[in-house]
């Protein structure tokens, strides 16, 4: 007689008399003679009942806790946009210029932070931004905000497929508004038309650098960017340093803006 190296597993659910559920673990295998004919089937049968129960428990407190994760997000993401609502009520009444660009601007900034959770309500990872699907709409609502002709001031998205944690999502999304606010507003005064780029890319040894580019009129040569007094830029230089990354202004031909970056890891807290 010869064992047969055909080993099958299986798991299968059966119900007592009682209707309660049983688990069962079945190891079998076929004996053959020596015309390699089955003779029978033996094999292991081991009740895990107990381990099927306790993974259902799991999984179905895991679905819980992402339930109210994706709640907490909804929640967020609408007091969020309450706040951007007000400050929109509020500008309503402010009739100098200045005053109403720092309303839109810090309106701006609310949505940037608000479409972060609106995008972690709609995944089903809830630990990761898709960041082309949330560059794309936070490009979008910028240029409606700011009431930009999209073919007169047209947006080049260069972005791989990155996901960034939330930790990093966030600042990166803040800079980026930054600094194409700051190309909507500057860089192509009248009716000058211009292109942005902007690009998200991974880099060989580890992290990302985002670049923002514009071909407009460039900035200010006696305007150092490091330490302005314009609360945008001084924004995007303190961003980068929570992103313990580096940031360079190229003036040639506009204004380009690069920062390459490191995702920031969760912190566990004791």
Known sequence: MQSGSDVQNFEVEFYRKDGSKLWVFLKTRPV?????DILYVDGIIQDITERKMAEEQLRGSLKEKETLLKEIHHRVKNNLQVVSSMLHLQ????TDKDILMAFKESQ????????????LYETKNLTVIPMSSYINDLITNLYISFGVDAEKIKAVLKISDVNLNVSTAIPCGLIINELVTNCLKHAFPGDRKGEIVLSLQPLDGGGYELIVSDNGIGFPEQIDFRNTETLGLKLVISLTSQLDG???LNRTGGSTVTIRFSELLYKERG
């Open 32 to 36: 053959f003679n020596d015309n390699h």
């Open 91 to 94: 500008s309503a009444r402010v």
């Open 108 to 119: 701006s900034r609310v949505d940037t932070m608000a479409l972060i959770h609106e995008k």
């Open 246 to 248: 580096e940031v360079e």
